[in-house]
């Protein structure tokens, strides 16, 4: 894992008024984040590859989450939290407000069950019903599995 570049992904303008359905597996059910969630999100994100989150490392995430903007999947034979995305305002990449899909996860148990596109399309749905024109994300290039996910749900690449 080296530092190089992130992708930029983009849902294409023409797109805006056609997301995809959300589609959640038997045995799961996505629910927005609640309070207490927290360590259940630490936890997930240190099984993808992201240890060290706490408190402080979320809080400046949660200021830029839109409201009803954190979705989570549970496990519902043990209730665990297994995957999670965030709808979040955007750092202006586009000149203007805009929203952007973060910290996409799914822990790798529960991996090729189409989890990570629930939780995206549904954050994506959540910024789209904000009204945004651009809606990004961003992921690591040897992220491939997420990569192929993104691509295959409609997201392009922007190019500098």
Known sequence: MTSE??????WPLERRASPPQIQIPAGYTLRLYQPGDESAFFQVM?????PGWDEERLRPWQERLLPDGWFVVVHLEDGRIVASAMALHDCGEF??????IG???CVPEHRR???GSA???AALRRLLSEGFRYVHLYTEPWRTAALNMYRRLGFVEVFP
């Open 103 to 105: 910290w996409v996860a």
């Open 46 to 50: 240190a099984q993808v590859g992201w």
């Open 119 to 121: 939780v995206t399309v």
């Open 95 to 100: 000149g203007e407000p805009g929203g952007e």
């Open 5 to 10: 570049p992130q992708v930029h992904l983009l």
């Open 113 to 115: 069950r189409g989890l």
